[in-house]
């Protein structure tokens, strides 16, 4: 069973601009969740969908979306990009939102100059 | 407001036992606690879950207190490949929402 997909792995960009992640689930999991990964502050959740609804959201501020297609695959946009917006971003999947362990894929890697 | 509190770092030399303690309050009492290891450049990985007492599987142990206020993660003689960030997960009481510790730092010396 193929994992957690997510593209692009590495993304640079520059202030102002606007980036969109894409993240490819396990086969037949519902559940995607996105998380901001930067040094000393560990893993921030953003988002989670489940079946094409946004169902719990982390405190980001509004430049953060995302969004799931009806085959579970999400994506994620950030616009208007800062440099502090510069980390890792994990993509999740799970079977179903409550105490079903968390698949992550290898993340995108966001460098903002 | 819950909050989950581990060490920031730990060093151990393969062969031993390793005791990773995570420090959890005002959790949901019917929710799992569960611990993930991450390697660099790579996303968490799921480790083992539990709900109390203990759990056991191929690779760790799991041990949760019947307060449920700590759980430790415990990685049976060591190699050099565990060497990693191990992150343990609870559910929070009030709001369901996923409450991550920062991550303990684990360094596993021949």
């Known amino acids: 069973k193929a994992g957690v997909t997510q593209t692009p792995r590495y993304l640079i960009k520059t202030r102002g601009q606007q980036v969109t992640l894409s993240c490819s689930p396990i086969?037949?999991?519902?559940?995607v969740s996105w998380y901001q990964q930067t040094p000393g502050q560990g893993l921030q959740f953003l988002f989670e969908?489940?079946?094409?609804?946004?169902?719990n959201k982390g405190n980001f501020p509004g430049r953060f979306s995302g969004r799931q297609f009806s085959n579970s695959r999400s994506e994620m946009n950030v616009s208007t990009l800062e440099l502090g917006d510069s980390a890792l971003y994990l993509c999740?999947?799970?079977?179903?939102?409550?105490?079903?362990?968390?698949?992550f894929g290898n993340g995108t890697r966001l460098t903002v100059t | 407001l819950a909050k989950t509190t581990q060490p920031i770092s730990m060093d151990s030399y393969e062969g031993q036992e390793v005791n990773i303690t995570c420090s959890h309050n005002?959790?949901?009492?019917?929710?799992?606690i569960t611990w993930y290891q991450q390697f660099p450049s790579q996303g968490p990985r799921f480790i083992i879950q539990?709900?109390?007492?203990?759990v056991t599987n191929e690779v760790a142990s799991l041990f949760i207190p019947a307060d449920r206020k700590s759980s430790t993660l415990s990685l049976p003689r060591v190699s050099l490949s565990d060497t990693a960030v191990y992150y343990c997960?609870?559910?929070?009481?009030?709001?369901?929402?996923?409450?991550w510790g920062l991550g303990t730092s684990l360094a596993v010396n021949p």
């Open positions: 539990g709900y109390k007492t203990k």
């Open positions: 997960l609870a559910v929070a009481g009030n709001n369901r929402k996923l409450i």
């Open positions: 086969s037949g999991h519902r559940s």
């Open positions: 005002n959790i949901a009492t019917n929710d799992y």
């Open positions: 969908y489940f079946s094409e609804t946004q169902r």
């Open positions: 999740a999947s799970s079977l179903e939102s409550d105490n079903s362990p968390l698949h």
